[in-house]
């Protein structure tokens, strides 16, 4: 009997070590699984200097694909936006097409003609649909234009006739964009002192590794957001670990 109680006692106490390890395992698995899709490695070189002697080190820290939050009342723009000049230069790499225009009419109302002279550059890429761009989107771009020096801005998405009928491309009042000499940080740090807030609540998000940053107005009833994706090219936007394919080397011949 009390054999037969011990040896139950010893299957007692396998059994729940078997479920601790299996449970441990399993936490284990997730946070592998989790580090696997949330977390990008990004390394950079610097010189570190100690004593009479200076060496490269190279440094590295972990990012999740997608940091994304609300902003604060208290960081929303407060004073009314300044008019813009209303001139915008504006070019597609994707379509090889560009336009300068100015956006307003002599009266200060908006130039129909204008309009759809960028609506043309802002058409989906994939389809070649047209639709008219929200205006205060040109109204910001002109903003943005006058800022920088009258450079040239370069769109590289703007309407996109997607089955996401959340995104707000498909309702086109997104726009991706980035400036030749200037760098993105300038460009998202200029465009979130643009937001007002209220009904003309924006979102604004810097893509480090696609090179562009994301301006919108918000659907109805949204906050202004901000974020940081670390997508690379070619994923729609979608935060993704798919880094671009490497070049192939070629043998030489000889």
Same mark, same amino acid.
């Given at each position: 009997?009390?054999? !037969? ?8 106490? !396998? ?240």
């Amino acid at each position: 009997m009390k054999r !037969a109680l011990v040896i139950l006692l010893v299957l007692l106490g !396998a059994t729940s070590a078997f479920a601790g390890h299996k449970k441990k395992h399993k936490k284990y698995a997730n946070a592998l699984q989790e580090k696997k899709h949330t977390g990008l490695k990004i390394c950079s070189v610097k010189e570190v200097t100690k004593g009479k002697r200076t060496r490269k080190k190279k440094v590295c820290t972990y990012h999740h694909f997608y940091e994304g939050s609300r902003v604060a009342e208290a960081d929303l723009r407060v004073d009314a936006l300044d008019h813009p000049s209303g001139d915008i230069d504006l070019r597609s790499d994707n379509l090889q097409e560009e336009a300068k225009v100015h956006i307003y009419k002599a009266d200060g109302t908006l130039d129909d003609a204008a309009l759809a002279q960028l609506d043309e550059i802002f058409r989906c890429r994939r389809t070649g649909s047209v639709r008219a761009v929200d205006p205060r989107l040109y109204e910001q771009l002109s903003r943005i234009y006058d800022h920088f020096g009258g450079e040239q801005i370069v769109v590289v998405s703007g309407f996109r006739n997607q089955q996401d009928k959340d995104s707000r491309h498909f309702h086109a009042a997104a726009m991706d964009i980035k400036i030749k000499g200037h760098t993105i940080n300038e460009i998202y740090d200029y465009a979130k002192t643009l937001d007002v807030g209220g009904d003309d609540s924006m979102g604004i998000g810097i893509y480090p590794n696609s090179g562009f940053v994301h301006i919108d107005y918000r659907a109805p009833g949204e906050k202004s957001t901000r974020w940081t994706d670390y997508s690379y090219p070619g994923s729609d936007g979608k935060a993704s670990a798919r880094r671009p394919p490497k070049k192939s080397k070629k043998k030489r011949k000889g």
